[in-house]
């Protein structure tokens, strides 16, 4: 079936909540290829999604091996790798019980209800230009007004702050609030990197009101950063942690890790999917590739951004933001016409998350190309 075909039967019978230009059918560690056969670096990687590249061997060996044995059986039973897995994230973010979703926007759900229900507190805090989901409660937590506003009224009830600024901060959180969402980055924004002692000043206003902090590390978890949390730059723990996008190298699934003490009691969350023996395996088989791989995240990442260097690139690892401006989509346009994938995030902002796996001659290459775009479209 060609390309064609797809946006035929695409615009017949799909609703159009996506807007999208190309049909990717293959892809094979940093490169993807579409309908017609054109080969592209991915610097967008599912949206931080693919860490491991597309179609690593040894997740893909995981999948394989776990669908040939069970696919899915239900929470009514253990499950294969579950606990493992549990017990790995454990170990990864320092705090004391998982529990597993299909996605982030269900993890920030989980970690909303958590937070209600152990606090007794009805009010939240987030920050403006933070993304939490699209479901109810986690759209409730979302400031950006298009998105949000047509669903009014949400619940929770939620105070919208500017990032960073701590003065709001210490105003906004109360002995009334039962959590302050935040994410260590603000990657929908456009890569937007708090001012130092944000995280710091963040967990000691909760501690102060006994609220809990919740850090939203789905895009930013997982190594992104070139640590397993973006968190640990700052040595900041929080009370919970939500972690989706790159846990499984692509496929869905999302979790929360909260710290010890703090936990959902038999029948207060569940979930029919989450968690299943194929997800466990997959995550499982990702989190050994991540492993491998972290101590070069930062590495690779210094090199993309200092290819850009006269274009004050903001990054922490590979997670990088170029302001373009108005000509944002023009430039993830042509740099898609020359095999480049790029994504233009919020207010004009470049996104760059290619899989943690790229080559510094990936870099190199795809830097080059985004950079020769950049120059004849914005003539800078």
């Given amino acids: 079936m060609t390309e064609k075909n797809y946006r035929e039967l695409d615009?017949?019978?799909?609703?159009?909540?996506?807007?999208?230009?190309?049909?990717?059918t293959r892809g094979s560690g940093s490169r993807v290829w579409d309908?017609?056969?054109?080969?592209?670096?991915?610097?967008?990687?599912?949206?931080?999604?693919?860490?491991?590249?597309?179609?690593?061997?040894?997740?893909v060996e995981a999948i394989q091996?776990?669908?040939?044995?069970?696919?899915?059986?239900?929470?009514?039973?253990?499950?294969?790798?579950?606990?493992?897995?549990?017990?790995?994230?454990?170990?990864?973010?320092?705090?004391?019980?998982?529990f597993f979703s299909n996605s982030g926007a269900e993890a920030n759900e989980a970690a909303i209800?958590?937070?209600?229900?152990?606090?007794?507190?009805?009010?939240?805090?987030?920050?403006?230009?933070?993304?939490?989901?699209?479901t109810c409660s986690s759209l409730a937590c979302t400031h950006k007004p298009a998105i949000r506003e047509p669903f009014?009224?949400?619940?929770?009830?939620?105070?919208?702050?500017?990032?960073?600024?701590?003065?709001?901060?210490?105003?906004?959180?109360?002995?009334?609030?039962?959590?302050?969402?935040?994410?260590?980055?603000?990657?929908?924004?456009?890569?937007?990197?708090?001012?130092?002692?944000?995280?710091?000043?963040?967990?000691?206003?909760?501690?102060d009101h006994g609220a809990l902090m919740i850090a939203d590390e789905v895009q930013t978890g997982m190594g992104r950063t070139g640590r397993w949390l973006a968190c640990e730059h700052e040595r900041v723990v929080p009370d919970i942690v939500t972690l989706a996008k790159g846990i499984a190298s692509g496929f869905p699934f999302g979790a929360i890790v909260a710290r010890e003490g703090l936990a959902f009691g038999r029948s207060e969350h569940g979930s029919t999917f989450a968690g299943g023996p194929l997800?466990?395996?997959?995550?499982?088989?990702?989190?050994?590739?991540?492993?491998?791989?972290?101590?070069?995240?930062?590495?690779?990442?210094?090199l993309f951004a200092g290819l850009f260097s006269d274009l004050a690139p903001r990054h922490r690892g590979?997670?990088?933001?170029?302001?373009?401006?108005?000509?944002?989509?023009?430039?993830?346009?042509?740099?898609?016409?020359?095999?480049?994938?790029?994504?233009?995030?919020?207010?004009?902002?470049?996104?760059?998350?290619?899989?943690?796996?790229?080559?510094?001659?990936?870099?190199?290459?795809?830097a080059g190309t985004i950079r020769d775009v950049i120059a004849d479209i914005c003539h800078v």
């Fill in 35 to 59: 309908a017609d056969g054109n080969e592209y670096i991915d610097c967008v990687a599912g949206i931080a999604v693919c860490s491991t590249g597309h179609c690593h061997p040894h997740v």
């Fill in 318 to 366: 590979l997670m990088i933001g170029i302001t373009i401006g108005e000509n944002c989509g023009a430039v993830q346009k042509a740099c898609a016409e020359r095999g480049v994938l790029v994504n233009c995030a919020a207010d004009g902002n470049l996104r760059l998350v290619p899989p943690l796996t790229i080559s510094e001659d990936e870099i190199r290459l795809a």
């Fill in 113 to 134: 209800k958590l937070a209600l229900v152990r606090t007794g507190r009805k009010e939240f805090v987030s920050f403006i230009g933070g993304f939490h989901g699209r």
């Fill in 65 to 98: 091996k776990q669908a040939g044995e069970l696919i899915h059986c239900s929470n009514l039973y253990y499950i294969p790798g579950q606990g493992e897995l549990a017990k790995r994230l454990v170990g990864i973010t320092g705090l004391g019980k998982a």
């Fill in 11 to 24: 615009a017949a019978y799909y609703m159009p909540a996506f807007s999208r230009d190309i049909m990717i």
């Fill in 152 to 207: 009014m009224p949400l619940s929770p009830p939620c105070s919208y702050i500017p990032y960073g600024d701590l003065d709001a901060l210490s105003r906004a959180v109360s002995d009334t609030t039962a959590a302050v969402f935040v994410e260590p980055i603000q990657g929908e924004s456009g890569v937007i990197i708090p001012p130092p002692g944000f995280l710091k000043a963040v967990r000691e206003v909760c501690d």
């Fill in 279 to 302: 997800a466990c395996a997959t995550a499982l088989a990702t989190l050994d590739v991540i492993s491998d791989v972290l101590p070069l995240v930062e590495k690779k990442g210094d």
